[in-house]
């Protein structure tokens, strides 16, 4: 079993940038692939971006190409959502979750684990 928590959440006016941290316990951290998703109010949760075992394979929603960076440090047993160049529209509830493949999905229902999210607040 995985347990998440979310980090590093706020407050930030648009143009700003923040960096989200996931961090995992237990000792298989690395064999889950980890994606993020976000939900704002009133909206359905959606997929932001993913990554495999060993970091292959990430991807992103187009919204957010070129803007957000997902990471992960399995020594460290955390992944990261590096988001820069933010917009209002980004605001919502960042979760990370965990599903045992190598290879992460966008597709909620096939993740295993939540964490209980982090909010993102982007000021016009």
């Known amino acids: 079993q995985v347990q998440l928590v979310e980090s590093g959440g706020g407050l930030v006016q648009a143009g700003g940038s923040l960096r989200l941290s996931c961090a995992g316990s237990g000792r298989t951290f690395s064999r889950y692939a980890m994606g993020w998703f976000r939900q704002a109010p009133g909206k359905e949760r959606e997929f932001v971006a993913s990554?495999?075992?060993?970091?292959?394979?990430?991807y992103y929603a187009d919204s957010v190409k070129g803007r957000f960076t997902i990471s992960r440090e399995n020594t460290k047993n955390t992944v990261y959502l590096q988001m820069n160049n933010l917009k209002p529209e980004d605001t919502a509830v960042y979760y990370c979750?965990?599903?045992?493949?190598?290879?992460?999905?966008?597709?909620?229902?096939?993740?295993?684990?939540w964490g209980q999210g982090t909010q993102v607040t982007v000021s016009s």
């Open positions: 990554i495999g075992w060993s970091s292959v394979d990430p």
């Open positions: 979750a965990a599903e045992s493949r190598p290879i992460a999905t966008k597709y909620p229902s096939e993740y295993d684990y």
